[in-house]
C-alpha cells in the first residue's frame, strides 16, 4: 500500500509543478519525472498488487496517465491549425481539471481502502 501512496503523491507532485510553473497542469502530469517514475513503478509492481484492491489503483493511475497523452496529442493536433488554437487551450485546461480530479479521487479512495473503478 505504501506503493501506492508514493506513485499518488508523484502524481501529486507533477500537478503542482503544473500549477506553479509555466507548463500546463496537464503537460507537467505527462512530461515531468515524478509522473514519468510513477508510471514505471505502476507497470513495475503491477504483478504484485495482481488480485487485491492496489490493483485497481494501479489501472486508474495508469489510465490517467495515458488518456492525459492522449489528450495533449489531440490538443496538439489543434494547436496547429489556427482555427483549432482556443479549442486546444480549453482542452489542456479542462484536461489539467480532469488529472487533479483523477489524482485526488484516486488517492481519498486509496485512503479508504476502497477500489478504483474505471
Given at each position: 500500500m505504501t506503493t501506492t501512496h508514493v506513485i499518488y503523491g508523484l502524481h501529486t507532485l507533477?500537478?503542482?509543478i503544473g500549477i506553479t510553473s509555466a507548463a500546463t497542469i496537464v503537460g507537467a502530469f505527462v512530461f515531468e519525472l515524478p509522473s514519468i517514475v510513477a508510471v514505471i513503478i505502476n507497470y513495475a509492481k503491477r504483478r504484485d498488487v495482481r488480485g487485491t484492491v492496489l490493483e485497481s489503483h494501479f489501472?486508474?493511475?495508469?489510465?490517467?496517465f495515458w488518456f492525459a497523452l492522449l489528450w495533449i496529442v489531440i490538443g496538439v493536433v489543434l494547436f496547429v491549425t489556427l482555427i483549432g488554437i482556443p479549442i486546444a487551450?480549453?482542452?489542456?485546461?479542462?484536461?489539467g481539471i480532469w488529472v487533479i480530479y483523477r489524482?485526488?479521487?484516486g488517492w481519498l479512495a486509496l485512503s479508504?481502502?476502497?477500489?478504483?473503478?474505471?
Open positions: 507533477s500537478v503542482v489501472r486508474w493511475q495508469i489510465r490517467t487551450i480549453a482542452l489542456f485546461f479542462f484536461a489524482v485526488a479521487r479508504d481502502l476502497r477500489p478504483m473503478y474505471a
